[in-house]
């Protein structure tokens, strides 16, 4: 096992960068500071809430995550973000609709002072959006350099030490990874001659990388997610994680599926609806966009089941994945499942639920904890792909040739099992024989 880490001292103000200041973003902006004021509370947030097992059950220690490891504060997060509108976080959020008018209305002065820089922004990957708010280059690589020169003048104005990323914007339409992508310098060259393989998330990704800027990818979009990018961030020491948020339907797939297999429950098939009605909704009701989300849905269950090592009971499942846009939902989605399971003998059973989630709700403290988590790892040293943050995607990302975890209880076994080592604590394995010797 590598030795741990020596994890660097907390210093100054830690800049979170979201290219997207829509629903996503302005729940989390504004429910930070709420949290800051005395406000709200931080459901959902490992970093906030969280404890973690040190050494032997017997030994009752069990502190809060925040106290173990060295976590920047909520007092120092210091926001930006770019978008396509000019709206500032509190015009963007009062048209998301998420929060209601008296929370907004407790942070209205805050969120003003929050506007979004220019974004790198193309129709071809995102169909059903257009804006003013967007940047001019003659090259993508020109746009890469203003989106460094943006990064570099937001810490000097703001006094922020050291920064993170996390995407927050469209679904981008599906692409395959093409020769462009395969080598650092393929993608720079493609970069040069603004190659159509390039999206703008990537162009986002880039230029992170390059300031020395640790990204997390909340999107299905590639981004990160190719050889190019990954080279890059271990050449310039840069944390890098994604992809795609786990919010709702899929995360109720990785609380149950990892159930269904525990008990040897064979399954026929697994239906999945969702109707949703913000920005995101409406940019997935371009088919080439949906296929992006749809890739990152449906690849769930096939690493959770193991079909290849139980073909009696999940060798010949039927999964369908759908959404559709429905504007009266607004954030609030809705998603129906319905699960056709089988039992002793082959006897069937069904089971249905109707997840009435809100999507930005789920993915706030998502945001959160990857910005103040790859801060962690950044200041400990750790570069690259950072799988022990899985916990957090619909597809994470992992090393080249290694399938992804996707069942959510190893995941987090994995990420408090990490900031032990970090620790240099005991990894818990619950073995547990020696409490009977």
């Not at 994680?241 to 026929?268: E, N, S, V, W, Y």
């Amino acid at each position: 096992m590598k030795t741990p880490p020596t994890i660097a001292p907390i210093q100054g103000k830690l800049g979170v960068l979201l290219p997207g200041l829509g629903a996503v973003a302005t729940t989390f902006i504004a429910g930070t500071e709420m949290i800051r004021r005395g406000l709200a509370q931080p459901v959902g947030s490992l970093t906030q809430m969280g404890t973690i097992r040190l050494g032997r059950r017997t030994d009752n220690r069990s502190p809060r995550i925040g106290d173990f490891v060295p976590l920047a504060p909520l007092e120092s997060l210091e926001f930006g973000a770019w978008d396509i509108f000019h709206d500032d976080a509190y015009t963007a959020a009062s048209k998301a609709g998420v929060l209601s008018k008296e929370h907004l209305a407790s942070v209205k002065d805050f969120l003003q002072e929050i506007r979004p820089m220019s974004a790198v922004f193309d129709t071809g990957y995102v169909k059903k959006l257009d804006g003013p708010n967007t940047k001019k280059a003659a090259s993508k690589m020109e746009l890469a350099e203003q989106l460094m020169a943006d990064i570099a003048r937001f810490k000097v104005e703001r006094g922020v030490d050291r920064c993170v990323a996390i995407w927050c914007g469209s679904t981008e339409t599906w692409r395959a990874t093409t020769d462009t992508h395969a080598t650092l310098e393929a993608f720079e060259e493609g970069l040069r001659t603004s190659s159509d393989d390039i999206a703008p998330s990537a162009i986002y990704a880039y230029a992170c990388i390059r300031s020395g800027v640790p990204y997390a990818n909340g999107a299905p979009n590639l981004s990160v997610d190719f050889p190019a990018l990954q080279e890059l961030a271990r050449r310039e020491g840069v944390a890098i994680a994604g992809k795609d948020f786990k919010t709702g339907q899929t995360l109720m797939k990785t609380i149950l599926a990892p159930g269904f297999k525990a008990r040897l429950l064979g399954l026929d098939g697994w239906y999945s609806t969702n109707i949703l009605g913000n920005r995101d909704g409406e940019v997935l009701d371009d088919p080439e966009s949906f296929k992006s989300k749809e890739v990152s849905k449906l690849g769930v269950l096939e690493h959770i089941f193991q079909p290849h090592l139980y073909p009696e009971l999940y060798g010949k499942y039927s999964h369908v994945v759908r959404i559709n846009y429905y504007p009266p939902r607004g954030d609030n989605k809705e998603g129906w499942d319905n699960i056709d399971i089988f039992g002793w003998c082959g006897y069937p059973m069904q089971i249905k639920i109707d997840f009435l989630c809100r999507d930005s709700i789920l993915a706030a403290p998502i945001v959160l904890d990857l910005a103040i988590f790859l801060d962690l790892a950044q200041r400990a040293g750790m570069s690259g792909i950072q799988e022990w943050l899985s916990f957090y995607f619909k597809s994470p990302m992992t090393a080249p040739g290694l399938y992804p975890e996707h069942d959510l209880f190893i995941q987090l076994m994995k990420l408090k099992n990490t900031l032990r080592w970090m620790k240099g604590e005991d990894l818990i394995t619950h073995l547990g024989l020696d409490y009977y010797d």
